[in-house]
C-alpha cells in the first residue's frame, strides 16, 4: 500500500522551510521572480510535474481498484471533496471581497482534488490510510472533469474561465505525469529504492521554490491583503476539515473513516492549484491562496494529527 511520505512533516521542518523561502521572498523578490534573463514563473509548472510524477511512483492500480472495496466511504469523501471545497470557496472570496484575480485563486484552490500530504497526515492521526490512498487517487483522476467545472460555475464570475483549456492543463500537469510515474512503479519496483527515498526531498524542495516564486511575483498585492487571505484560507481549510467529518458522520461512515474523510477534504492539492493560477490563468495573483493554503494546510494538518492520536479509536 502506498505511502506518500513528506519528511519531518510531523516536526513541521517542512512548514518551517515554506516560512523562511516566503520571508526572504518577501524582503528579496528580484533574488526568485528573475535569474538574468531567465523568468523563473517557467520553472513552476515543470515542477509540478515532478512532484506529481514522484506522487505517481507512489501509487499502484490497487489503489485505484481499491475503491471495488470501499465504495461508500470513497464516495461519501468525493462527494463531500467537490461539494464542500469549492462553494466554501467562493462564500469566502465573496464575503472577504477580494480582487478578482485573488478571489478566484480562492475558489481554485477550493475546486482541486486531495492533497498529497494527506496520505502522511492520516498515517500520523491513525487514520484510514488506505482510504485516504484510495480517495486522492480517485478524486485526482476526477479534476480533470471537476475542476474545470466547478471553476467555470463559481469562479467564473470573477474571472474569464475555459472549461476546456482548464481540462487540458489538468491532463497534461497531473495526469500524464502521474500516469508516468505509475509505469515506473511497475517498472522499477525494487529495483531502485533511492528513487522512492530521494523524490519526496525533491518534491518539497519543488514546492518550497514555488512558493516563493510567487510570493516574489505579488508581493505587493500579498501586503495589501495579505492577512484578510491568510485568514480566508485559515476558515476554508477549517471548514473543510469539520465539515467533512461530520458530513462523514452523518452518512453512516465509522469514527476512523470519518477522521481520514475530514483529512482528505480539508487537505487540497495546493501545489495543483498553483500551477493552474500560472498556466492557464496566467496570474500569480491567483496563486496566491494556494500559495498560503499548502503551509498553512500542512502545519493545521499536523496538528489535527497529533490531537487524534492522543485519542485512539477503535480500527475494526
Not at 484552490?109 to 482510504?131: D, K, M
Not at 511497475?186 to 526531498?201: D, E, M, N, T, Y
Amino acid at each position: 500500500m502506498a505511502k506518500w511520505r513528506l519528511p519531518n512533516l510531523h516536526g513541521f521542518g517542512f512548514t518551517l522551510s515554506v516560512i523562511i523561502a516566503v520571508v526572504l521572498a518577501m524582503i528579496w523578490p528580484h533574488l526568485f521572480s528573475s535569474w538574468g534573463s531567465f523568468q523563473t514563473q517557467a520553472l513552476i509548472v515543470p515542477l509540478i510535474q515532478l512532484i506529481m510524477f514522484g506522487m505517481g511512483t507512489t501509487l499502484s492500480v490497487g489503489d485505484f481498484a481499491r475503491v471495488l472495496k470501499m465504495p461508500w466511504p470513497v464516495f461519501v469523501g468525493i462527494v463531500l471533496q467537490f461539494g464542500v471545497m469549492p462553494f466554501v470557496g467562493w462564500a469566502l472570496a465573496t464575503t472577504f471581497g477580494f480582487p478578482p484575480l485573488i478571489a478566484a485563486g480562492v475558489v481554485l484552490v477550493g475546486s482541486c482534488p486531495g492533497g498529497v500530504a494527506s496520505n502522511v497526515i492520516t498515517f500520523l492521526a491513525g487514520g484510514n490510510v488506505a482510504l485516504s490512498v484510495t480517495m486522492t487517487a480517485c478524486s485526482t483522476l476526477l479534476s480533470p472533469l471537476m475542476t474545470p467545472l466547478m471553476m467555470k460555475l463559481l469562479a467564473g464570475q470573477f474571472v474569464p474561465v475555459s472549461f476546456w483549456q482548464l481540462m487540458l492543463s489538468i491532463v497534461n500537469m497531473i495526469v500524464v505525469p502521474i500516469a508516468l510515474g505509475l509505469v515506473a512503479n511497475r517498472l522499477l519496483h525494487g529495483r531502485a529504492p533511492w528513487i522512492k527515498k530521494s523524490l519526496p526531498f525533491v518534491s518539497m524542495a519543488g514546492i518550497v521554490i514555488i512558493l516563493a516564486i510567487i510570493t516574489s511575483l505579488s508581493r505587493d498585492k500579498l501586503a495589501t491583503v495579505g492577512l484578510a487571505l491568510i485568514a480566508a484560507v485559515a476558515i476554508h481549510n477549517a471548514v473543510g476539515y469539520t465539515l467533512g467529518y461530520w458530513g462523514a458522520r452523518l452518512m453512516g461512515l465509522r469514527e476512523r473513516e470519518a477522521r481520514t474523510v475530514a483529512i482528505e477534504v480539508g487537505l487540497q492539492n495546493a501545489g495543483m492549484a498553483t500551477g493552474l493560477a500560472i498556466s492557464p490563468l496566467g496570474s500569480p495573483e491567483a496563486g496566491l491562496a494556494p500559495a498560503i493554503f499548502g503551509p498553512w494546510m500542512n502545519a493545521s494538518g499536523s496538528v489535527l494529527a497529533s490531537y487524534w492520536r492522543r485519542r485512539p479509536t477503535d480500527k475494526a
